[in-house]
């Protein structure tokens, strides 16, 4: 299911809160599909951590020179997708608390965003894709035939983190997990840049009564009517 017949590649955007399964379920959904799977949050954490907190002082001149330097790429590796900043892989360094919060700072800056959007852009021209993210249904890809909206209570989330993260032998509270999860919805919701919503023909899903496997089936049976209705 590579293309469809509306505008270019087939592309599934998921977009939704922090913590709400995006990454997993995206994947998952990518290789059920055949097709790419691109975490635009581990964009915005590794730029985060480049460039530090710093970049808000920067005037749009500078931003834009900062930006020529810059390059992303999703490379097909065995059977993954692996995503490159700078000519680098992407590792498990962008997986904390801390690059999560001050990614979420940088994605405020409007250049930033408009940046990002391109190179996010560039590579579903190249590929079809499932894509994940906080503005992939309302900016990025509004065209997408399936998009949907995972959301979940905070203190599911920030469970299913604590235990993520403590299973990885990382020493978080479960109350300081929280309070980020709170505090980076607060922020993304309400940003004036591009704030985390769902787009109006998103298909909205609450996975917090659902395990993983509850809510990739619940994705696939929605692709399917899509693609049943696209032949
Ligand atoms: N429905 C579910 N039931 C139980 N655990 C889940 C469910 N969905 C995801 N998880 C678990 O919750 C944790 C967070 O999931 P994931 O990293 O996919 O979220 P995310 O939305 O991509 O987060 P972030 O926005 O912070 O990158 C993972 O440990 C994942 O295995
Ligand atoms: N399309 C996106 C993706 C992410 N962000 C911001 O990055 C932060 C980290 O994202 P994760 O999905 O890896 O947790 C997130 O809190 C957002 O602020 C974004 O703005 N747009």
Redesign the pocket.
């Known amino acids: 299911m590579r293309e469809f017949a509306g505008k270019g590649n087939f592309i599934v955007t998921i977009d ?12 998952r959904l990518a290789k059920h599909l055949g097709i790419a799977y691109l ?1 635009t ?1 581990a964009m915005y954490r590794s730029l985060a951590l480049h460039a530090g907190a710093g970049v808000a002082d920067l005037s749009d001149a500078e931003m834009r020179e900062m930006f020529t330097a810059y390059s992303y790429a999703l490379k097909k590796e065995d059977d993954q997708y692996a995503l490159y900043f700078n000519g680098k892989k992407i590792g498990e360094e962008i997986r904390t608390e801390k690059a ?1 919060r001050l990614a979420s700072v940088v994605a405020k800056i409007p250049e930033v965003r408009k940046a990002l959007q391109k190179f996010q852009r560039e590579i579903g021209e190249e590929t079809a894709l499932v894509a ?1 993210g906080r503005d992939m249904g309302t900016v990025v890809f509004p065209y997408a035939p399936v998009k949907f909206f ?1 959301d ?1 209570r905070p203190e599911v ?1 920030a469970k ?2 604590y ?2 993260l403590t ?1 990885k032998g990382q020493q978080e509270k479960y109350e300081d997990i929280l309070q980020n999860i709170i505090a ?1 919805d607060e922020q993304d919701r309400n940003r004036a840049a591009d704030p985390l919503a769902p787009h109006e023909n998103a298909i909205i899903v609450d ?1 917090s009564e ?3 496997e ?2 990739f089936q619940e994705l696939v049976r929605h692709c399917q009517i899509v693609a049943a209705g696209d032949k």
């Open positions: 939704g809160p922090a913590g709400v399964g995006k990454s997993t379920l995206a994947k975490d949050g999560g994940e995972l979940a989330r299913r983190r235990d993520e299973g980076r996975t659902l395990d993983i509850g809510v």
